[in-house]
């Protein structure tokens, strides 16, 4: 049995500070906040790509269901976000203007959301699910898409899928020695790309469960202390704990910091083997945030 929605949603057990757009997310240090793009600190919106507030589809599932939905439209042909044929989405998001104000100096926090995939998914050979990012001001955008400069300077995390649905999550941490190490350790499979991202702990979920019902990923970042190697990174499906990194260096300078979410989604890779088959589409809703410290 799944645990409640909060508990899926913010899957800690002490936090200072939240929000939510989910009605069904209830605990006194969370503020309720709409899906809108002003309310949540939506910014650097990619122009090709749209993401409309709708209605998503109707499911067979828990009343608490989300009611609105940010919707990503795949069409065919589409793959990664400078292909020739535009899909998913893309922009970053801070949230509300006091948590944005909390997470300017907080060392860690999780962030949220439920998604849910159309009935007839087709996964082809894989894709990116929205996460989160961080670094030293404007150098902590774009820490992605083979990104080699500054590197030490930003970090970002986000849930991908791969054939057949597996899971994993795939990072742009400081190219450190022993945070690649860290990563290989996870199980049941991490690679390391030395042209992109690193894939860490492939295959210990899977994304199947999304196609026609709402699914609640989390990940939860703690910055390391500037001189040590104890950064945490942790990722819960539904509730539970499925990728866990310790022993990380996710800044080198005090001026490093937790920035929000990287809300993008797409289809690929860069080749066209990754690139959606038909017309495809996803929701997010139900977006979440927590400062722990």
């Known amino acids: 049995m799944k645990p409640p929605l909060t508990s899926q949603l913010i899957p800690v057990d002490c936090f200072e500070i939240g929000f939510s757009t989910s009605a069904w997310v209830q605990h006194r240090c969370v503020v309720k906040c709409d899906l809108d793009d002003k309310a949540l600190g939506v910014h650097k919106v990619a122009s090709r790509f749209k993401h409309p507030v709708v209605t998503p589809p109707e499911t ?6 989300p009611q609105l939905a940010w919707e990503a439209f795949y069409p065919e042909g589409s793959i990664n976000p400078s292909g020739t044929i535009p899909g998913g989405f893309s922009f970053y998001m801070y949230g509300p203007p006091e948590f944005k ?17 159309q009935g007839d998914w087709e996964w082809v050979k894989g894709g990116k699910f929205p996460g989160l990012f961080g670094g030293v001001n404007d150098m902590a955008y774009g820490c992605s898409g083979g990104r080699k400069e500054q590197r030490c300077q930003c970090f970002g995390l986000r849930p991908m899928w791969r054939s057949n649905g597996v899971g994993e999550l795939y990072t ?8 690649a190490a860290q990563q290989r350790k996870v199980p049941p499979q991490s690679i390391e790309n030395s042209d992109y991202g690193f894939s860490v702990g492939r295959g210990s979920f899977d994304f199947k469960r999304a196609v026609g019902n709402w699914i609640a990923i989390a990940t939860r970042v703690k910055l390391n202390d500037v001189g040590f190697e104890n950064g945490e990174v942790e990722v819960w499906v539904d509730g539970k704990s499925v990728i866990f990194i310790d022993g990380l260096t996710l800044r080198q300078t005090e001026d490093c ?11 690929g ?3 066209p083997e990754w690139a959606s088959t038909k017309d495809q ?13």
């Open 101 to 117: 104000a909390r997470l300017a100096t907080a060392t860690e926090a999780v962030l949220s959301y439920r998604m849910m995939l």
């Open 269 to 271: 890779g860069h080749t």
């Open 172 to 179: 742009y941490l400081p190219l450190t020695e022993h945070n």
């Open 60 to 65: 067979t599932g828990s009343p608490c269901d």
């Open 281 to 293: 589409r996803a929701w997010f809703a139900d977006v979440t945030g927590a400062i722990i410290a």
């Open 257 to 267: 910091t937790i920035c929000g979410m990287q809300f993008q989604t797409f289809f």
